[in-house]
């Protein structure tokens, strides 16, 4: 008869445990050797959240996840070095990562430790950063994408990004996409400055858009 390995999805929304109960769930976590896809966020209490991410960064069950969604789970300079380190570790396996909502702490470092991390994950598929309002701070970003070559869906959306570092952004997918010999296929810059600038900006990026992605999604496309 099989052994049972657990699950393959492990999903935790908007809840708290006891400590026992959070003993009894890491120990399951460190052991399920089927996981493939973990999900949590909606201000899960943060100090179980970091423990689960410390958890998978120190035993062999973070090298199997394919999946780690990440929403409205605030990343401060408490845990950004245990999520990175985990990033790292899962570089080679990672194909979707969701961030959305997350990146609410504006200190440079923070942000630095979770960019390299992002960075290492070069398997990555789908990556999805909408809700961070990060302004400015998306020039953190800068020399990222280039290095995601398997990358074919990505999130801006709610970033209030200015023009250049939107169209900086898609240059590097460009050249990222130029690399692998195949394009894009979803690129979402709703709710960044784009529309703010006015046509000349906006033909830019759709002179972009028709070099490497097979769609891109703009404010204007909800009118």
């Known amino acids: 008869m099989p052994v049972y390995q657990g699950t393959e999805l492990f999903e935790i929304y908007s809840c708290g445990f ?5 003993h009894l769930l890491l120990k399951f976590l460190s052991q399920n050797l089927a996981l493939k896809t973990l999900c949590f966020g909606n201000n899960i209490w943060l100090m179980f959240g970091k423990a689960v991410l410390r958890n998978f960064t120190l035993n062999d069950v973070g090298q199997l996840l394919h999946c780690l969604i990440l929403e409205d789970w605030p990343i401060n300079s408490s845990n950004c070095s245990i999520l990175r380190d985990l990033l790292r570790k899962m570089a080679s396996t990672l194909t979707s990562l969701s961030l959305k909502g ?6 440079q470092n923070v942000l630095s430790e979770i960019v390299s991390g992002i960075a290492d994950c070069t398997s990555l598929q789908t990556l999805d950063l909408s809700g961070n309002s990060l302004g400015n701070y998306g020039t953190c970003f800068s020399g990222t994408f280039i290095k995601l070559t398997q990358l074919n869906e990505l999130s801006l959306r709610g ?3 200015p023009t250049n570092v939107v169209v900086s952004i898609m240059k590097e997918l460009l050249e990222s996409s130029k690399q692998r010999g195949s394009r894009m296929k979803v690129l979402d810059v709703r709710g960044n400055k784009i529309i703010e600038e006015g046509h000349s900006v906006r033909k830019t990026i759709r002179n ?5 992605v097979d769609r891109i999604i703009c404010d204007q496309d909800d009118k």
């Open 18 to 22: 006891d400590l026992w109960t959070e």
């Open 102 to 107: 997350c990146l609410i702490d504006r200190n």
């Open 159 to 161: 970033n209030r990004l």
């Open 208 to 212: 972009l858009q028709r070099s490497f």
